[in-house]
């Protein structure tokens, strides 16, 4: 089987520096109980790693987190977190570290320079994610544009608009959005966020110019970075699959597959990958 892997594959910078910043919290409070507020990134074996040096991980709502906990260290996700919970924990006491990856804390405070010029931020996101749930805490003046439609249905008395957006989006789908705001609102001031790692695996995939039976997309169905480019690779190869293991790739039938594209999300290990890229080339 002919395999090819878009590169680059394996963690971005962001998940590097998320990882360097818990073991750091692990290294420099020996004894004290580590927690990790919300997935650190969404990976299910970066977890696993992350529990096996005793750090608790706690999902879900994270100011709910913080109340829970009295005591220790708090590493707060890579997605990016709000003042008030973070201003919350280290008001408790606890040790606090924000891993938040620094394309993430530059948007964030992007907006917050704008916000402080008055004006008001159309912040184009997921809903629901830890970064969109970060951004739209900083004021009620960020709209959030989760769709195209979305665009018609604002109502903004202010001739200071900015348009920001989440870091791991879709650069096509940003470019669309970006030409309805334009024409609602002809004098808003543009910012692209999209991060380096999601613009380079995105380019590297768009500018692929060969056929393949199949496109395997590895990475997380909860990682936006990776759901982005199973997205764009779906669009551009009907055949198209997204896996987390090479485990997965049992349950499809590859006996008249030959030629094969591979290409990761940002939070996953580049070991992960060259499994998935010896399997394939052993059948
Ligand atoms: S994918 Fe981009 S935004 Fe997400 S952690 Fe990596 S560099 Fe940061």
């Not at 090819?4 to 004894?31: H, R, S, W």
């Not at 629901?128 to 003046?141: M, P, Q, R, T």
């Amino acid at each position: 089987m002919n395999v090819k892997v878009l590169k680059p594959y394996g963690f971005c910078a962001g998940v590097e520096y998320v990882i360097k910043t818990l073991d750091k919290a692990v290294n420099d409070n020996n004894g004290k109980q580590v927690y990790c507020i919300g997935d650190l990134v969404h990976n299910d074996e970066v977890i696993n790693f992350v529990k096996s040096k005793g750090v608790k991980v706690i999902s879900g709502n994270k100011e709910e987190a913080i109340d829970s906990i009295d005591f220790g260290v708090v590493v707060f996700s890579a997605h990016g977190t709000s003042d008030k919970i973070i201003q919350k924990a280290i008001d408790k006491g606890l040790v606090v570290y924000d891993a938040a990856c620094p394309f993430v804390k530059k948007e964030l405070l992007d907006i917050k320079k704008y916000i402080e010029k008055d004006y008001d931020v159309l912040f184009i996101g997921v809903p629901g994610h830890d970064e969109a749930n970060a951004v739209l805490s900083i004021s009620s003046k960020i709209h959030l544009i989760a769709r195209l439609s979305d665009v018609e249905q604002i109502n903004i008395n202010n001739k200071k608009i900015v348009v920001i957006n989440q870091t791991t989006l879709s650069t096509d789908e940003l470019h669309y959005i970006h030409f309805a705001i334009k024409k609602r609102f002809p004098y808003a001031v543009f910012e692209d966020e999209i991060c380096n790692s999601s613009r380079i695996r995105q380019k590297m995939l768009l500018s692929e110019a060969n056929d393949y039976d199949l496109v395997i997309v590895v990475g997380d169905k909860h990682s936006n970075n990776t759901q982005t480019l199973f997205k764009m690779a779906k669009e551009k190869y009907c055949n198209a699959i997204n896996i987390s293991s090479k485990e997965q790739l049992h349950t499809f039938d590859l006996h008249k597959t030959q030629n094969v594209l591979i290409l990761s999300g940002a939070s996953v290990m580049k070991e992960k990958v060259e499994e998935i890229i010896k399997f394939l080339k052993n059948l």
